[in-house]
């Protein structure tokens, strides 16, 4: 249980162009999904927060309007990366967290994404 | 800011040997802490959670909390090589569905 998909997996995409990332968790509703970002060698950066029919809440120095992410249904979330320059290259990852009392978050398995 | 600790590593540790990973973190309200392995290249995966002060077990892997030091720790026993990778601590903020991740410790068991 507790499966989330992310798709593509990996995309290579010209600067300017825009990418949307999906992520899907499979076997369970997600009140919240998360969206990271991590570089070569260093941590987890938490991008935004979504919640299933609400606006999303980007963290600080994170630009709500490069980074569109919808969260249509419990089992959806989508990033947009818009007009994307090489600096945006990284391997991003959603994360989903189950309804309940757990507080346990799903990965999805990343998109790394090269900008070129 | 709050913060989340852990020893950058790398941890070497011989083959069937105990691994012992560290994290300490800032937020004193925080009620929900989590271990996360992360291979190269591949996203965290949730190896466990603990929420209560104390040790809690599952297999190998054996999770230790103290809320009063702000303290979370992982033993692992009888490590493998195939446990060498990253290992993230999270803690969900008090009063947020907000997780801050640690920078991960590197674990290298030698076989």
């Known amino acids: 249980g507790a499966v989330v998909s992310q798709h593509p997996s990996w995309v290579i995409c010209k600067s300017g162009t825009s990418v949307k990332i999906e992520c899907r968790s499979l076997?369970?509703?997600?009140?919240?999904m998360f969206w990271y970002r991590q570089f070569p060698k260093q941590s987890l950066m938490l991008m935004a927060t979504?919640?299933?029919?609400?606006?999303?809440?980007?963290e600080q120095g994170v630009e709500k309007d490069k980074f569109l992410i919808n969260h249509a249904s419990l089992t959806l979330s989508t990033l947009t990366v818009t007009s994307a320059h090489p600096e945006d290259s990284s391997f991003y990852i959603c994360?989903?967290?189950?309804?309940?009392?757990?507080?346990?978050?799903?990965f999805g398995p990343g998109t790394r994404l090269t900008v070129t | 800011q709050k913060e989340v600790e852990q020893n950058s590593g790398p941890l070497s540790v011989p083959e069937g040997a105990i691994a012992s990973l560290n994290c300490t973190y800032s937020?004193?309200?925080?009620?929900?802490f989590f271990w996360y392995r992360q291979y190269s290249g591949k996203s965290p995966e949730l190896i466990m959670s603990?929420?209560?002060?104390g040790d809690k077990e599952d297999g190998r892997f054996t999770a230790q909390l103290n809320k009063a030091s702000q303290y979370v720790s992982l033993l692992i026993r009888d490590s493998q090589p195939s446990d060498s990778a990253t290992y993230l601590c999270?803690?969900?903020?008090?009063?947020?569905?907000?997780?801050?991740f640690g920078t991960g410790t590197r674990l290298k068991v030698l076989a």
């Open positions: 603990i929420y209560s002060n």
């Open positions: 979504s919640n299933e029919g609400s606006k999303a809440t980007y």
């Open positions: 937020d004193r309200g925080s009620q929900s």
């Open positions: 994360s989903a967290r189950a309804a309940g009392t757990s507080h346990e978050q799903y």
């Open positions: 999270a803690v969900l903020l008090s009063g947020t569905y907000k997780y801050i």
């Open positions: 076997d369970f509703q997600a009140t919240t």
